[in-house]
T-cell receptor, first 111, second 115 residues
Framework: QKEVEQDPGPLSVPEGAIVSLNCTYS??????FMWYRQYSRKGPELLMY????GNKEDGRFTAQVDKSSKYISLFIRDSQPSDSATYLC???????????FGQGTRLTINP | GAVVSQHPSWVICKSGTSVKIECRSL??????MFWYRQFPKQSLMLMAT?????????EQGVEKDKFLINHASLTLSTLTVTSAHPEDSSFYIC???????????FGPGTRLTVL
């Protein structure tokens, strides 16, 4: 079993829709949770960074962490074609440096 | 701030040759440098970690004699893929840890294609 599971998609939605991206994990020691956006042939860029459980909002993006269920989500409101990319979740334990990544979900927003 | 560069951004080489990839922090000192690789449609996998003043620590299954890592300074790390083969074709990314910060900073990646 992988430590972090993420549906690779692809996921295709119309412009303006609310997008929900999710990851599950098995290691209860994970404390830091990140979401990255990766455009084709580019390196990932950090979107959201959350410590422990709870919600965090930044513009059209909301990250949720439910540690009891070992489940994290990223919501994108009013999705735009420019949001089309692969979204990677990543997490790490407190005191550890190693990031463990999900496989990435390929998202396409159709105009 | 916290800009990371990688060079080259892409490289094509013949099987059996060696390829060196550079990772630089442009405006901060990186106490820890990580090298990851990403095969098509797969997640990023950690290859090795190098901390300031110590040799690189390799993940299980990564050959240290094949993937040579030199943490030359607090602003430069190099990854050399020796005797590259087609199965080494991948996207290689360095990630840098800045002293006193939880956040890690990504390089833009290097796409290696071995013919």
């Amino acid at each position: 079993q992988k430590e972090v599971e993420q549906d690779p998609g692809p996921l295709s939605v119309p412009e303006g829709a609310i997008v929900s991206l999710n990851c599950t994990y098995s290691n209860s020691a994970f404390q830091y949770f990140m979401w990255y956006r990766q455009y084709s042939r580019k390196g990932p860029e950090l979107l959201m960074y959350t410590y422990s459980s709870g919600n965090k909002e930044d513009g059209r993006f909301t990250a949720q962490v439910d540690k009891s269920s070992k489940y994290i989500s990223l919501f994108i409101r009013d999705s735009q074609p420019s949001d089309s990319a692969t979204y990677l979740c990543a997490m790490r334990r407190s005191g550890a440096q190693k990031l463990v990544f999900g496989q990435g979900t390929r998202l396409t927003i159709n105009p | 701030g916290a800009v990371v560069s990688q060079h080259p951004s892409w490289v094509i080489c013949k099987s059996g040759t060696s390829v060196k990839i550079e990772c630089r922090s442009l405006d901060f000192q990186a106490t820890t440098m990580f090298w990851y690789r990403q095969f098509p449609k797969q997640s990023l996998m950690l290859m090795a970690t190098s901390n300031e003043g110590s040799k690189a620590t390799y993940e299980q299954g990564v050959e240290k004699d094949k993937f040579l890592i030199n943490h030359a300074s607090l602003t430069l790390s190099t990854l050399t893929v020796t005797s590259a083969h087609p199965e080494d074709s991948s996207f290689y990314i360095c990630i840098l840890q800045r002293r006193g910060y939880n956040e890690q900073f990504f390089g833009p990646g290097t796409r290696l294609t071995v013919l």
